[in-house]
């Protein structure tokens, strides 16, 4: 019910009990202490009053009620965001991060939620969790990063000593899942049973809300599409493997490829981007290429799990312009059926949505906690 609220708030009882799917008795039995708690409100809706009579209540949550944390670990910085109860960014902090051994980035984090703890004073309210999304295989339910090839971490416990370091109950996701929590329940997936979130940058992610859920996998691992093989070919992939979406797609792979075929001292993507921009023939076939690449990863998606809505977002796509056509032609070529009909949308990501998302998982944490 308040998920409901929080979600897709401000709604009458009657509409909230509808989406939610419960009695109007079982409604107010959930509100009424959410109301005496604080974090609902009840207000006359007015430009909804009917003729005669009384204008209907609207429930809302009160987004200024509780505060969170969300902290996203990159490579080489930290990105930290304090947000509220409804996930709205209230301030944003980035700390350059010079050594990537768990122990010095567990400090540069605490460093940094401090500062947002000392911050979150100014508004009187409490902040009730932290969230740290990081990429690799996570697994949230024991709080433990698995394997993070970017940040070369094994069994890392990393709630546990988040949580003895900053004295607040933490959550720990990978990266793209918690993306995925945040535009299932504040962004573009609110209200949809079936969506995918596909990030394109240094890797190539996927999130998935499969029957309204996200989906982990038994393992922590599901909707790898950077490794799906989209031509057995191709070049090999860090995996090990040839041909797969990341190892055509990936920031790193584009570079590499335009490197190799025009001979340019391309730097880094942004480079590469520039030089395909300026109409550098080679430059522009290899992101013609990693469109083709994502559009057929997309596709798969689309066809095992015949998404709602596929939402493209990340990093890449600064350089959007230059693989657009090309994702959205291979995609409609290789999407089954009716599955083509998904609807494929875009997202710019500044990277303070990556600490946004870390900041929804704590507050879904919450949420589960304190609502039920």
Same mark, same amino acid.
């Given at each position: 019910m308040?998920?409901? @609220? /929080?979600?897709?708030?401000?709604?009458?009882?009657?509409? &909230?009990?509808?989406?939610?799917?419960? %009695? !109007? #008795? $079982?409604?107010?039995?959930?509100?009424?202490?959410?109301?005496?708690?604080?974090?609902?409100?009840?207000?006359?809706?007015?430009?909804?009053?009917?003729?005669?009579?009384?204008?209907?209540?609207?429930?809302?949550?009160?987004?200024?009620?509780?505060?969170?944390?969300?902290?996203?670990?990159?490579?080489?910085?930290?990105?930290?965001?304090?947000?509220?109860?409804?996930?709205?960014? @209230? /301030?944003?902090?980035?700390?350059?991060?010079?050594?990537? &051994?768990?122990?010095?980035?567990?400090? %540069? !984090? #605490? $460093?940094?939620?401090?500062?947002?703890?000392?911050?979150?004073?100014?508004?009187?309210?409490?902040?009730?969790?932290?969230?740290?999304a990081v990429s690799g295989d996570v697994d949230r339910a024991e709080g433990v990063v698995r394997y993070s090839p970017f940040l070369d971490w094994r069994e890392v416990p990393l709630a546990e000593l988040a949580g003895m370091t900053t004295g607040l109950p933490v959550t720990v996701d990978n990266d793209v899942r918690a993306l995925t929590v945040a535009e299932q329940w504040f962004g573009a997936g609110v209200g949809l049973s079936d969506f995918a979130v596909v990030t394109v940058g240094a890797g190539i992610g996927c999130g998935l809300v499969v029957h309204g859920r996200v989906v982990a996998g038994a393992h922590g691992v599901a909707g790898e599409i950077g490794h799906v093989t989209v031509d057995p070919a191709g070049p090999l992939c860090r995996c090990g493997n040839r041909g797969c979406v990341e190892a055509i797609a990936g920031d790193d792979a584009i570079v590499r490829r335009i490197r190799e075929t025009t001979g340019a001292e391309v730097a880094d993507a942004a480079a590469a981007a520039a030089l395909a921009h300026r109409g550098d023939a080679g430059a522009r076939d290899a992101y013609a290429r990693a469109g083709a690449a994502i559009g057929r990863g997309i596709a798969t998606v689309a066809n095992l799990l015949g998404p709602e809505r596929v939402i493209i977002s990340g990093e890449g796509l600064a350089a959007y312009d230059l693989f657009a056509e090309q994702i959205r032609e291979a995609f409609t070529e290789a999407a089954f059926g009716s599955a083509a009909r998904c609807d494929v949308q875009t997202r710019p990501l500044p990277f303070e949505e990556w600490a946004r998302g870390a900041a929804a998982t704590a507050i879904q944490s919450f949420t589960a906690q304190h609502t039920h």
């Open positions: 308040f998920t409901t @609220l /929080l979600s897709q708030g401000p709604l009458t009882r009657a509409e &909230a009990g509808r989406r939610a799917g419960l %009695s !109007a #008795a $079982a409604v107010t039995k959930a509100v009424r202490p959410l109301i005496e708690a604080g974090y609902l409100v009840e207000d006359a809706d007015e430009e909804a009053r009917p003729a005669l009579g009384r204008p209907a209540n609207l429930v809302r949550v009160d987004g200024g009620r509780a505060l969170f944390i969300g902290v996203k670990v990159t490579g080489d910085e930290i990105i930290g965001v304090l947000t509220d109860l409804c996930c709205r960014v @209230l /301030l944003a902090r980035h700390l350059p991060l010079a050594d990537r &051994a768990p122990k010095a980035v567990l400090a %540069s !984090a #605490a $460093a940094l939620v401090g500062e947002l703890l000392t911050e979150a004073d100014g508004f009187g309210v409490r902040v009730m969790g932290l969230g740290i």
